[in-house]
């Protein structure tokens, strides 16, 4: 490493996302000269503890970009929207969170350990997937290299936290008056999440599918770099748990697929941890997958509706490899690649 190393500034360092970046940032080793937090005005000037030491957060603007190499923001859109682009005229690499730059050819879209290569072509921003389709990437990487994908359908199981804070308070305060047999009145979902499941995440676009759904069409598409022959659909439900997004997962491959190989390439596939063992039950929950890095894989079977199918069931944290974690990860990547 020749380079001298980064500035680095963490927006949006009070939300749930962002404390997740600061525990992952705790946790991993990534080397820089300062570090600092930025929010809104509204939480400017309240500290933050991080590696053991009290930290004054800072109000995002435009001055507070001087100097710094890399952010790790995720602030929501429309900041991203109006802080990425005057970071990145300052010399800042912007690593977003936020879908405001997800598909502009413009920015590359990476899951670290599946497409590295694409971080080479940014522009000063680049952009971190959508949490269903990033916990994806990792094991229909691997599958893709050996059986080439022809057509996937994905059903999620998406946890609350997704939503933010509110919608984690939201479960809580919603289950205690259904316990109670009192009504309620959702804010953060269209109805209640308690003891319920609701199959819609985000508006709904002109083809009746949600913009979630979409985004892991188009999303996966870009980060894999499959051609609009490959046929990608998505139904994206919410349901009451708090952390870990489940996904079910049925593939056909354009290869003669065989259940055990698929099973071996998985097991010894960076980031994935295999669950799969019929026999003792063993398979993965989102209870277990919280808090956790690797994307846990299984329930796989061979199809029986696909000639060379394959169906698993894949659960991660999603406040991790589906945002906070892939976030640290580029970052490192960033500045192994000396990209900054
Ligand atoms: P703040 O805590 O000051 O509102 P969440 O998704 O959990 O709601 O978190 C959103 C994060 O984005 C928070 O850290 C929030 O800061 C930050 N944020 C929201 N709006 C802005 C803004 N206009 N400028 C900077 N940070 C913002």
Not at 41 to 57: D, L, Y
Request: with cysteine; charged share 25%; aromatic share 8%.
């Amino acid at each position: 490493m020749t380079k001298e190393l980064p500035n680095i500034a963490v927006l949006g360092a009070t939300g749930v996302v962002g404390r997740e970046i600061l525990n992952i940032l705790e946790e991993n080793k990534v080397e820089y000269k300062s570090i600092k937090f930025l929010a809104s005005a509204r939480s400017a000037g309240s500290q933050i503890e991080f590696k053991g030491e009290k930290h004054t957060v800072i109000e995002a603007n435009e001055q507070a970009f001087e100097g710094v190499n890399i952010c790790l923001a995720s602030a929501g859109g429309e900041t991203s929207k109006k802080f990425a682009p005057i970071a990145a005229k300052k010399g800042c690499v912007f690593i977003d969170n936020s879908s405001a730059f997800r598909m502009d050819e413009n920015v590359p879209l990476v899951i670290a350990g599946v497409n590295d290569e694409d971080l080479r072509k940014h522009k000063g921003i680049i952009a971190n997937p959508n949490c269903s389709t990033s916990q994806l990437m990792l094991p229909l990487k691997a599958l893709d290299e050996k059986y080439k994908v022809k057509r996937m359908i994905v059903s999620t199981y998406q946890a609350v936290s997704g939503a933010g804070l509110k919608a984690i308070n939201e479960l809580t305060d919603n289950t205690k008056t259904n316990l109670v047999g009192m009504p309620y009145e959702p804010e953060a979902f269209k109805y209640e999440i308690a003891f319920n499941v609701i199959p819609q995440i985000d508006v709904f676009c002109e083809n009746g599918y949600t913009k979630e759904e979409m985004k892991v069409t188009n999303e996966t598409r870009k980060i894999l770099h499959f051609d609009e022959n490959v046929k990608i659909s998505c139904t994206a439900v919410r349901v009451p748990v708090y952390i870990g997004h489940s996904e079910s997962v049925s593939v056909e491959f354009e290869n003669e697929i065989n259940e055990n190989d698929a099973k071996e390439l998985l097991k010894n596939t960076w980031g994935v941890e295999l669950r799969d063992d019929i026999s003792t039950f063993t398979y993965p929950t989102p209870k277990d997958a919280a808090g956790k890095n690797p994307v846990y894989v299984g329930r796989i079977r061979k199809s029986i509706a696909f000639d060379n199918g394959l169906d698993f069931f894949c659960v991660a944290d999603n406040l991790r490899i589906g945002a906070a974690l892939n976030t640290v990860r580029i970052a490192q990547k960033v500045i192994e690649m000396e990209l900054y």
